[in-house]
């Protein structure tokens, strides 16, 4: 139990599109998405908080204008790259904490972006 | 805030060998201390987590970990490594207040020789 399923796997863009990443949570209700950024052979850094119904929290020094989150409901939560650049290509995972006594994450199985 | 070093970069150890994977960390309050593990261009997979109770954790692939409180450590352990175990480890912690996110250690990378 407690799947987010996150998708595409993998995408290859070119410089200046936009391009939408999905974490959809299959059997419970996340009102909670982290949005984490790995770059190649490091760790993974928090982008942003995004809570169902409210606007995103941002790290700092992560572009609000560039990386578009949304989380309209309580299984939806969408990271966009707007005007895409080749610096934005890495790793993208989101994490949804869980509740109760499991305490603790479950995490989608990543995006690899491409920008070309 | 929240911090987790995880000192080495790289770990090889020999099939068959115990394995030791460091990770100290820095909380206010309670730690919640997790360890995932990384294959390449995958997800996290869950590997264990302390949250109260015993000190030695015992978690999935025969990884276990144990809390000690007065090093602020939390190091992964395994009896016997096994080629399969290669990967990227990362120790994580976030303290007891709410949905704060978790912060990860900069990962260590296990390479077990056959």
């Known amino acids: 139990g407690a799947v987010v399923s996150q998708h595409p796997s993998r995408v290859i863009c070119k410089s200046g599109t936009s391009v939408k990443i999905e974490c959809r949570s299959l059997?419970?209700?996340?009102?909670?998405m982290f949005w984490y950024r790995q770059f190649p052979k490091k760790s993974l850094m928090l982008m942003a908080t995004?809570?169902?119904?409210?606007?995103?929290?941002?790290e700092q020094g992560v572009e609000k204008d560039k990386f578009l989150i949304n989380h309209a409901s309580l299984t939806l939560s969408t990271l966009t790259v707007t005007s895409a650049h080749p610096e934005d290509s890495s790793f993208y995972i989101c994490?949804?904490?869980?509740?109760?006594?499991?305490?603790?994450?479950?995490f989608g199985s990543g995006t690899r972006l491409t920008v070309v | 805030a929240q911090s987790v070093a995880q000192p080495e970069d790289q770990v090889n150890v020999a099939e068959g060998n115990p394995l030791t994977v460091k990770c100290t960390y820095s909380v206010s309050g309670n730690p919640y201390l997790f360890w995932y593990v990384q294959y390449p261009n995958r997800g996290l997979q869950f590997l264990l987590k302390y949250i109260t109770g015993d000190n030695l954790v015992k978690g999935s692939y025969g990884f276990e970990a144990e809390f000690n409180k007065s090093q602020t450590s939390f190091h992964l352990k395994k009896p016997s490594a096994l080629v399969s175990d290669s990967a990227l480890y990362f120790c994580a912690v976030r303290d007891d207040s709410g949905n704060t996110p978790l912060v990860f250690g900069k990962g260590t990378r296990l390479s077990v020789i056959a």
């Open positions: 995004s809570n169902e119904g409210s606007k995103a929290t941002y």
């Open positions: 059997d419970f209700q996340a009102t909670t």
């Open positions: 994490s949804a904490p869980l509740e109760g006594v499991r305490r603790g994450y479950t």
